[in-house]
C-alpha cells in the first residue's frame, strides 16, 4: 500500500482581507461593517431609486463575498488544526458575523419586496445587475414564508448561541476524537477523518488484490 501523504496548504497566500492585523480584528470590522450597512439600509425600506438600489446591492453583494470568504478560510484553520485554542476562540465571532449577514439579507428582501413592479422591472433590467437577476428573485420570494421581520431578526440572533452554536460545538468535539492506528512502526494516534481515510484505502486496496486473485 502506497504511504498516504497529507498536505499543507499555505493558508496564509490565500487570506481574505488585511493581511497586517489579524483574524480577530478583520471579523470584527466586517461584522461591524454589516452592521452599519444594515442600519443605513433599514433607513430606506421603500426606495423607488434605481441607482440606490442598484448601489445597495452591489455593495451587499461585496459584503456578502467578504463574509462567505472570511468563513471558509476559519473552517480552513480550523481543519488544519483542530486543537489551536486561539482559532477556536474566534467561533463566536464568526457566529456572530454569520448570523448579522442574515440579518442584512433579510433587510434586503424586505426592500425588494416593497418597491413596484415598475421599479422592480427597471432594477432588473439595470446593466448593473445583470447576472444575479435569479438571486434577487430568490430574495424578493423568500420574504413571503418569513415570520414577522423582528421574529426573524431575534431567530437570527439567537442562532448563535442555539441551533447553530450546537452545530459548531459538535462540530469541534467531533474533531477532538482521535482513533489509536498500531503499525509495524508502533502505534500512533491519529484524528478520526484520518483513520477513516487509511481504513478507506486499504479496504481499496484489499479489494484489488482479491479482483486480481479472481482473474
Known amino acids: 500500500m502506497q504511504k498516504l501523504q497529507l498536505l499543507k496548504w499555505n493558508l496564509e497566500r490565500v487570506s481574505p482581507g488585511n493581511k497586517e492585523i489579524s483574524l ?20 430606506q425600506t421603500h426606495s423607488e431609486d434605481i441607482e440606490k438600489l442598484v ?17 471558509e478560510y476559519y473552517i480552513c484553520l480550523l481543519s488544519e488544526n483542530v486543537h489551536d485554542t486561539k482559532i477556536q476562540s474566534l467561533s463566536g465571532q464568526c457566529s456572530e458575523m454569520k448570523a ?10 424586505q426592500i425588494l419586496s416593497n418597491v413596484t413592479e415598475d421599479c422592480w422591472n427597471a432594477l432588473l433590467e439595470h446593466p448593473k445587475m445583470e447576472g444575479i437577476n435569479l438571486f434577487l428573485n430568490e430574495q424578493r420570494q423568500m420574504v413571503k414564508d418569513q415570520l414577522n421581520p423582528e421574529l426573524e431578526k431575534v431567530i437570527h440572533t439567537l442562532s448563535i448561541n442555539g441551533f ?10 467531533f474533531a ?40
Not at 55 to 71: N, P, S, T, V
Not at 100 to 109: A, G, V, W, Y
Open 100 to 109: 448579522s449577514m442574515d440579518s442584512l439579507l433579510l433587510t434586503l428582501r
Open 164 to 173: 447553530n452554536g450546537w452545530e459548531d460545538h459538535y462540530e469541534q468535539e
Open 55 to 71: 448601489e445597495m446591492i452591489r455593495l451587499i453583494q461585496k459584503i456578502y463575498i467578504d463574509a462567505f470568504e472570511m468563513d
Open 24 to 43: 480577530q480584528e478583520r471579523l470584527h470590522k466586517l461584522t461591524n461593517l454589516i452592521k452599519t450597512t444594515q442600519f443605513e439600509m433599514a433607513k
Open 176 to 215: 477532538n476524537l482521535t482513533v489509536p492506528i498500531i503499525s509495524e512502526e508502533g502505534t500512533k494516534t491519529v484524528p478520526f477523518n484520518m483513520a477513516y481515510v487509511k481504513a478507506w484505502f486499504q479496504m481499496i486496496e484489499k479489494r484489488g488484490r482479491r479482483w486480481q486473485h479472481l482473474c
